[in-house]
């Protein structure tokens, strides 16, 4: 379990670097090696130009016109979507953070990118780009910033989180619930300056000594077996709990 809103700050700043980035890309080759790109347009008018009626290589200014659909309309419909499905896959990096292999945020990151990419490809980017003579230089570039995306997923991810381990002086006496969830001897990740409760689960002959919080974590109480906890730093948990006499 991780951040899901972490995960969607860092989606929002890496999705519209991403998306915006290839877009650019697109549309400055499409600039660069317009001759080809409406040869292109030509071949594959049905499938990828939406306004207008149809055309051939003989009507007056038709290729300008899908020339100009595409840049203006298209591509920035796509990158919209493209927001969308990273921003989606940001949060779901941020929910399942702490379950993903890796032993670091880029390595965690880094795969779910390439997930990201692929998704975008399959809904139509990938279409679009070989329906171009150019297409392999798309897909070169697309693929170098797919990396890039994940690099910054996973490092502003990082900054927008901190870790605090969860500990038990009695494992079998008291259990450490979190939000719900049972995080005994564990380390999870929350989001920065954010509250979670914080509650000890015990057995009927226990009797519960108190919290002791280390490192950026507050709590409200110490004293009390229920309680909320304020992650700002890193730092860790440490229930106490002895025996009934």
Known sequence: ??????GIKAGTLGGIIYVSGTA???VAMMYVFRADANSSLLRSFNQICVSGQPINSTTTGSVGDCFDSIVQGLIPAGATVGFFVSLFYAGAFGVYFDY??????LLKAEPLAVVCGLSLLVIGLGQLFSDFSFGVALYAFF???TVLFGVILGRL????TRVVRFQSENPDLLRVIVDGRDFTGKSRTFATTSNHKLRARVS???????????????????KSFE???????E???NGKVGKKH
């Open 157 to 160: 991810y990082t900054r927008y």
């Open 227 to 233: 309680t909320v906890m304020e992650v700002n730093g």
């Open 143 to 145: 693929a170098a910033w």
């Open 100 to 105: 993903l292999p890796g032993k670091s945020a």
């Open 24 to 26: 650019f890309f697109l």
């Open 204 to 222: 009927d002959d226990t009797s519960f000594k108190g919290w002791a919080a280390s490192g950026g974590v507050t709590l409200e109480d110490p």
């Open 1 to 6: 379990m991780g951040s899901f809103f972490a």
């Open 235 to 237: 730092g860790s948990v």
